[in-house]
């Protein structure tokens, strides 16, 4: 009798759990998932978010129409591509990547692809992958697709040529960077980083005599560390001051006037601005220098 006696004790406290943990539930407000938080592997997954920021940004927008969990084409491309860090990386630094998925066995699925339809619709989507391109502006400038035995860099490639109209003009503003990504105007780079929130990294330097300055680029700033640090976090600067490069007149005298402002009296010289464009550091060039001492360094003063 008493274990029968037990046993029922132990279902009706049981029950009387079930129903607590229920009401709980009733009672706690339900998780709240925004665009931004949905969003993985740096997609995003809203296109009117996405397309503000790329005309904030000057960027072209990278469309992914997939079926992440069925379509084969689709996953064979995430694992192969975008699942790189060669992808990742040209991802963060040239494109706002957006991601308009049709799964089937997700539990929202439903909900997604009657979000994504009408924007599939728009541009006469009709298979999984189909990748659009669109320019800062949100029109049109190319598409892609899958292809057997694609590599990231193949598949930048094939990009790369979509949007080097884009480049090509963006190389012809006034504000332009050179190959190694350093631009040539003090104001356009405090007004570019104002806009992204970085700091500003001005090189006073001459390039083709000062045996420092040609130290310091070979052995910091031509190397793969510096220039995707630069990239990723900074806007970069170059006040030359060269004795046989050619350099026009007005880039000279804007330079000399750099110089003369902030009382530079020797070569190399870096100063290190806020976003808003308040002098923070100033760093200089050091021997035995490897990329990632002189990295720590910037990082100290970035950090006061």
């Not at 009401?23 to 938080?37: F, G, W």
């Not at 035995?149 to 006034?174: D, H, M, S, Y």
Request: hydrophobic share 45%; with cysteine.
């Amino acid at each position: 009798m008493k274990p029968v006696l037990f046993a029922m004790a132990l279902m009706s406290a049981l029950t009387l759990c079930a129903k607590d943990v229920k009401k709980a539930a009733r009672l706690m407000p339900a998780p709240v998932v925004t665009e931004t938080a949905a969003a993985d592997d740096g997609w995003m997954v809203d296109y009117e978010a996405a397309k503000a920021k790329a005309k904030q940004l000057k960027r072209p927008v990278f469309l992914q129409f997939t079926g992440s969990d069925w379509c084969g084409w689709c996953m064979m491309m995430d694992k192969e591509v975008f699942a790189s860090d060669a992808w990742k990386r040209y991802a963060a630094e040239n494109l706002v990547a957006v991601k308009l998925d049709f799964p089937r066995r997700k539990d929202n699925a439903a909900e997604l692809r009657a979000k994504h339809m009408p924007i599939a619709q728009k541009y006469g989507v009709r298979g999984y992958p189909t990748y659009v391109i669109l320019d800062a502006d949100g029109n049109e400038i190319g598409r892609m697709g899958a292809s057997r035995g694609i590599k990231p860099a193949a598949f930048i490639e094939q990009l790369t040529k979509i949007v080097k109209p884009i480049a090509t003009a963006a190389a012809a503003a006034p504000a332009d960077v050179d190959a190694d990504g350093w631009m040539a105007d003090f104001e356009a780079a405090k007004a570019k980083a104002k806009q992204l929130n970085r700091p500003v990294f001005l090189q006073f330097t001459g390039s083709d005599w000062c045996g420092w300055c040609i130290m310091m680029d070979k052995k910091v700033f031509a190397t793969d560390a510096w220039k995707q640090y630069a990239e990723k976090n900074l806007v970069a600067v170059k006040a030359d001051f060269p004795n046989k490069k050619p350099i026009s007149a007005e880039q000279k005298a804007k330079n000399e006037a750099l110089s003369k402002k902030f009382g530079i009296r020797g070569f190399p010289t870096y100063l290190i601005f806020d976003a808003n464009g308040n002098m923070i550091g100033r760093l200089g060039a050091s021997r035995g220098i490897t990329p990632e001492k002189f990295l720590e360094q910037l990082s100290d003063v970035l950090k006061k």
